[in-house]
């Protein structure tokens, strides 16, 4: 028994030696390494995986169009009558009495020039009348003395008539020394810049210091009460025969508005917007439109009839204004490009691209794409 125990050895042996040979190896590795992924897969299978739920959106039902279209275009308030003061003189301004939003009254001084040449002159200009006056007075005395003495032939004709012309070419003198005295006196009042109504300053152009230019603005001075909504158009047909009045409305506060009428509208195109200036004097105008605030002028009756969506609806596709529509059969967005006419601060016009009654989604359009199923959300009016 003892003797066959290593006979058996050898034999299991052999035997694992022929089993497990180069070739045989070969031919058994891929179903080795095959298994633990069919392990893998077998129990991945178990577990069935759930789908996502549809995103909530919020909508709004599109409105039906407006009647009639409204033009609508952001502008500024500015004065009704406005005029820019500055010096008659050339010189250095010396001193500027007011700042903007500075209530000023008729004849009120707003700066001053230096006045030393200006009054040198003026004093020149007073001398050389004191020297014409004397010139005349002494022209005047000798004209007498001739004309008392004429009659006695004591002295020629010739002489009297030299002593009337002495005497009449030193009143001509005496006159133009006084129109060079007022001119004088003018010029030295030059020198002080007077605002010739009351008003508001809208606007100041120069610092004491600066040397200004005859003529330059240095003073912008509203002086009137009323007030005017300046827009710029492309398109001043539309405003040739207004179909109703405007109305005007703050653009931080759409609740203050007013009606206006229309006041001018630009001739000719600015060379560089090529847009025409429209102006439209306000009615009544409240405290809270002061001058430089941006308003609303809208215009009924100016446009296609739309419908009026909220801003944050408005998407992009190809480089077009699109929305995103929720299907209602289906639940699934539709991109779809909207043609807009106008735009508010807060809203959209859209003239077509949608249909009175679908609901649009008005928030995270950013974050959505087309075909996705969605569930209603919060909806807006």
Known sequence: MTENFPDFTDCVRQALRHLFTADRLSALLPVVLMLPVCLLLAACGDKPEKPAPPRPVRTVTVPAPSAAGTFLQTGEIRPHDEVTLGFRLDGRLLTRSVDVGDHVAAGQVLGTLENSTSQNQLDSARADLDSTRAAEQLAALNLRRMTQLMPSGAIARVQLDTARSDWQAAASRRRSSEAALNTARENLGWTRLVAPAAGVVTQVSAEPGQVVSAGQT????????????????????????????????????????????????????????????????????????????????????????????????????????????????????????????????????????????????????????????????????
């Open 218 to 381: 240095v003073v912008s001075l509203a002086v009137s009460s009323g007030r005017d909504a300046v827009i710029d158009v492309a398109d001043p047909q539309a405003f040739s025969r207004p179909a109703g009045g405007f109305r005007v409305s703050l653009l931080a506060d759409p609740t203050v508005s007013v009606t206006g009428t229309l006041r001018d509208i630009s001739p000719q195109a600015d060379a560089q917007t090529r847009t025409w200036r429209v102006r439209v004097t306000l009615d009544n105008p409240t405290p809270a439109m002061a001058l430089g605030a941006s308003v609303q002028v809208g215009l009924a009756g100016t446009g296609p009839a739309v419908m009026r969506l909220p801003a944050s609806a408005l998407t992009r596709v190809q480089g077009r204004p699109a929305v995103f529509v929720v299907d209602s059969a289906s639940r699934r967005l539709q991109l779809r490009p909207v043609t807009l006419a106008g735009f508010t601060a807060s809203d959209i016009l859209v003239s077509a691209g949608v249909r009175p009654g679908e609901p649009v989604v008005t928030a995270g359009v950013s974050k959505l794409r087309e075909g996705e199923v969605v569930a209603s959300g919060e909806a807006g009016e």
